[in-house]
Structure formats: structure tokens, C-alpha cells
């Protein structure tokens, strides 16, 4: 993103849309401008999404392609592998109608920020995009994967957000010391190997 720190209520991001059908894209340009997005760019093809991310600073992807000819995962994984530097690194954010474990897993694996299962429900959408707006994970380049750090679990909350998605989230505060650090010489007594009888 341009910023890591706006939100669409105060400066209006710059978006693709790219949907498989024009009901789809109706809905999804109406949500997001009552968001306050403002730039939205349409994309009625695969090749005019990518069009429109060669010749404009773009702060968000929101696609919801779901047909044989326009598959979500295969240009997540396109939007991820063919463009450099911040370009690359657009959160990209999966709309999904069958959004198994499996299915979102390939999103990931694919390199998408986030995926939203259908229906999509407005409130929802919106938290997904506040919180990739302020999201600060690095980009993960390998040669097996390319997208935002999976770790999300591990680091805590983005800045800002003050409740996970899932029960399982860590918490943005840190406990109190539990007692003293064990010295190095119990470290290496409990590391060391012991014989044992079994008989």
C-alpha cells in the first residue's frame, strides 16, 4: 500500500476491481464506494487488471473470479510473479464463494492477503481492508512462494487493530515476568543425556 497508515475514510484508496460477471462487479463497486473509495478502477479482463497496475500507484486488489476462465488463484499467483518491487507487494484480497480450508489455502499459498467468503457482508469487507491498510507484514520472495508473511499468527496484531479474527490470535500485550531466568547451568543439566534402566 502507498501508506501503510490510511484508511479509505480519509484519504480513499486506489483499487482494481476485477470480478467475472457484472452483477458481481455492481455489488462490489457500490460496497466499496459507500467505504469511501473513490478510485476504484473496473476491470472487465485479466489483462486489463494487470493494465491498469503497470500505469497507477495501486493500494489494494479485490478480485472475485471463481470461472474456469478467470481463476482467482491462478492471477493472485499472476499479480504476485509478474510485477517487482512495491507493485508486487499490493495486499491482494480473495473473494471467494467456496471458501473451504482448502480453497482459502490456496489463496494463501498463492500469495493473497486475505480471502472473504460469500455472501460478503459490507462490515466484514471493511475490516478486511482496514486491516491490510494497516498491516505491515514483509513480503515473503521465494522460489516456491511469493506474498505476505504467513506468520501473522506468531507476530500479534497489526498496529491499530485491537481484536483478532480468530480466538487464537495473540494478544498485542505482553504478560508480567512468571519468575526468574533459569542460569545456563539448569538449562544444560535438563539437555543432558541420562542413562536409564528399563529393566
Given amino acids: 500500500m502507498s501508506s501503510k497508515s490510511s484508511t479509505p475514510t480519509q484519504t480513499g484508496l486506489t483499487a482494481i476491481l476485477l470480478t467475472d460477471g457484472p452483477h458481481t462487479m455492481d455489488m462490489l463497486s457500490a460496497v466499496t464506494s459507500g467505504f469511501g473509495m473513490t478510485k476504484r478502477l473496473k476491470a472487465r479482463t485479466v489483462e486489463e487488471a494487470f493494465d491498469f497496475h503497470k500505469v497507477n500507484a495501486i493500494d489494494l486488489i479485490i478480485l472475485d473470479c471463481s470461472t474456469a476462465e478467470m ?88 498496529a491499530g487493530i485491537t481484536q483478532g479474527r480468530r480466538a487464537t490470535d495473540l494478544d498485542a500485550t505482553v504478560s508480567e515476568i512468571a519468575g526468574l531466568n533459569l542460569d545456563q547451568s539448569r538449562i544444560d543439566d535438563m539437555l543432558k543425556p541420562v542413562r536409564v534402566n528399563l529393566i
Fill in 71 to 158: 481463476n482467482g488463484i491462478e492471477i493472485t499467483r499472476r499479480f504476485r510473479a509478474e510485477f517487482e518491487g512495491e507493485k508486487s507487494e499490493t495486499p491482494i484480497l480473495a473473494v471467494a464463494g467456496h471458501a473451504s480450508q482448502v480453497q482459502i489455502g490456496l489463496y494463501r499459498d498463492a500469495g493473497a492477503s486475505f480471502v472473504v467468503a460469500k455472501p460478503v457482508a459490507p462490515g466484514i469487507l471493511l475490516q478486511r481492508i482496514l486491516w491490510l491498510a494497516k498491516d505491515t507484514r514483509d513480503l515473503v520472495n521465494t522460489p516456491t512462494f511469493r506474498g505476505p508473511d504467513r506468520r501473522v499468527r506468531a507476530t500479534g496484531l497489526p
